[in-house]
């Protein structure tokens, strides 16, 4: 804020700059200065080596197209605070010659910094967009950091934090952030209009969107994170990542040698965490190595962008995450913690070998799906419809729980091993005597196997049966002939407590009568010699009555 002239009378003034040391000068003269529109021209190119004092009011830069460079070996800051603005057609350069140091701070509501473009190529870049401040570049380049294009490396590494409601970092073209790290938080922004590249370049980058209202997004493209780099953006905590509105993709280590890492929720390695959301129409994975983590703890998250490519899909949080898109990706699936669910039929990749750990569950819910393999050491949970498998199926001490689909393995490189517990939730077929071969629960077709003709010990039904009805059925491998590859359910007489039933009736109807209030009411009318009616109006007509004792009763 502005203060005091020294004579204590306001004075308004502009103040001109052409080199650093009149712009020291000029800025302790306009923060001296009672009124907050005083503004600081800077007539001529030149670069702040030092550490600046803060920049309460107006910054502009004339002639159009003159550059201002905020670097120095020593390291050079910059900071614009409550209210102050900076506007310039030319580019502010932060960090931007190789062996420097460069920092640019804008800080409060109304703050702001405009420029064509921000280049930050080849030093040491630490920006920071705080508590309402915006930094915005308009101009044909936009934000580059660590290199001048997406594919040109400067070497440069920026330090970019963007914290508090209002806050943002925006680019009316692309945003480039090859190496360094990445904090939007508290309901930042970070936004470019054309594609956002993150980690585009070897070198390293890790960024973090986290809290509610936070946002990372291209406005009309897409998100690209490792495309020849490496990469980790972990979106946590009610946080957004958006491209093109859900129109666009976010695309994963887009080339050979790049590689890239998408966490929802924790970081890999961390405590599972509170999920973001991936607006996006797929996440795909490229030439290099792609990865998709859902180490999350919400007990309902929806995932709706399908999954394709080489990426490969870890569950590994104590979550339950439904999938929505129609996923083709090809990497590794491994389920080691909470629940992958599928929330529409195939979403589950059929390109992808799943494996699901001792604490993870895969389920299919009600709707087909198709894997290339399946290991399975946890849960499968399938409530109706078929999971086909087309290669090998292998139960490592797994469940295979079923509500009335079926177990499905296609082909002749499907095949069963291993042991699984079956385990049956509900059939609509059970409660009736089967006939013929049975309710069929395991299905080998194409030439598949299921060690039905051989070791019969790939299934095995939990409890040894199962009831239904009055019926109790066992679990059968091979058909009513002994042949084939199939497993079915098959009623072999009735439950063992059938028997009770008969006499259920009758023990009813014995303890009915043994709770009525008297003996008339247990046992009907007293019928006597002489009629009940007759014998009250006759004096002596012979009469009965009823008595119990209790032979526990003392005299």
């Known amino acids: 804020m502005a203060g005091l002239a020294a004579s204590g009378v306001a004075q308004a003034a502009d103040f001109t700059a052409a080199n650093e040391a009149e712009l020291i000068t000029a800025i302790n003269q306009a923060n001296a200065s009672a009124d907050p529109s005083s503004t600081i021209t800077l007539t001529a190119n030149f670069t702040v080596t030092g550490v600046l004092p803060p920049i309460r009011g107006n910054v502009a830069v004339n002639p159009a197209g003159s550059n201002t460079a905020v ?3 020593g390291g050079a800051a910059l900071t614009f605070e409550g209210g102050a603005s900076y506007g310039t057609l030319g580019n502010l350069q932060v960090g931007n010659a190789a062996g420097t140091t460069g920092a640019l701070t804008v800080q409060g509501a109304g703050s702001a910094v405009r420029t064509v473009s921000l280049l930050g190529s080849a030093g040491q870049v630490n920006i920071s967009v705080l508590d309402g401040g915006l930094l915005t570049a308009t ?8 290199g001048t294009s997406p594919t040109v490396s400067g070497g440069g590494v920026a330090n970019v934090r963007v914290s508090g409601a209002g806050s943002a970092f925006t680019s009316g073209v692309g945003f480039v952030h090859q190496r360094g790290t990445l904090e939007v938080s508290n309901g930042g922004t970070v936004e470019g209009r054309a594609a956002v590249h993150l980690g585009s370049m070897p070198g390293g980058f890790t960024g973090v969107v986290t809290g509610a209202g936070s946002r990372l997004a291209s406005t009309i493209a897409t998100i690209n994170l490792g495309a020849s780099g490496t990469a980790t953006l972990t979106v946590t905590d009610g946080a957004l990542i958006s491209a093109n509105s859900g129109n666009s993709a976010v695309n994963l280590a887009a080339n050979a040698g790049g590689s890239a890492v998408l966490n929802i929720g924790g970081a890999a390695g961390a405590a599972a965490a509170a999920p973001g959301t991936v607006l996006a129409s797929v996440v795909n994975g490229g030439l290099g190595t792609a990865v998709l983590n ?3 703890n919400a007990s309902a998250y929806g995932f709706a962008p ?7 899909v870890n569950h590994v949080g104590s979550g339950v995450t439904t999938l929505t898109g129609a996923s ?3 990497g590794a699936t491994n389920i080691t913690g909470g629940t992958l669910r599928a929330g529409a039929v ?3 990749s059929a390109a992808s070998a799943h494996t699901v750990g001792a604490s993870g569950t895969l389920d299919a819910g009600a709707f087909n799906q198709t894997l290339s393999a399946l290991n399975n050491a946890g849960t499968v949970s399938l409530a109706s419809g078929t999971l086909t498998v087309t290669g090998a199926y292998v139960g490592n001490g797994g469940t295979l729980q079923l509500g009335g689909g079926r177990l499905v393995l296609d082909g002749a490189g499907a095949s069963a091993s291993g042991n699984t517990l079956l385990r049956i939730t509900h059939f609509d077929a059970l409660g009736a005597e089967t006939t013929g071969d049975g309710i069929e629960v395991i299905t080998a077709t194409g030439g598949a196997t299921t060690t039905a003709q051989t070791t019969r010990d790939a299934f095995r039904l939990a409890n040894g049966v199962v009831g239904g009805g009055a019926y109790q059925y066992r679990l059968v491998a091979a058909d009513a002939n002994g042949a084939g590859e199939n497993w079915y359910l098959r009623s072999e007489g009735y439950r063992a407590e059938v028997a009770l039933y008969a006499v259920v009736p009758e023990q009813f109807r014995a303890l009915d009568i043994a709770m009525l209030a008297n003996r008339q009411q247990r046992m009907g009318e007293l019928r006597t ?3 009940a009616t ?6 002596g007509a012979a009469s009965s009555a009823w008595t119990a004792t209790s032979p526990n009763r003392a005299p």
């Open 71 to 73: 670097e120095s070996v």
């Open 139 to 146: 101009g044909p380049s936009g934000v580059r950091l660590g």
């Open 294 to 296: 859902f180490n999350h």
């Open 306 to 312: 399908a999954i394709t490519g080489s990426t490969s």
């Open 328 to 330: 083709t990706y090809g």
């Open 346 to 348: 195939n979403v589950f």
């Open 529 to 531: 010699a002489i009629d």
């Open 534 to 539: 007759a014998a009250s109006a006759r004096p």
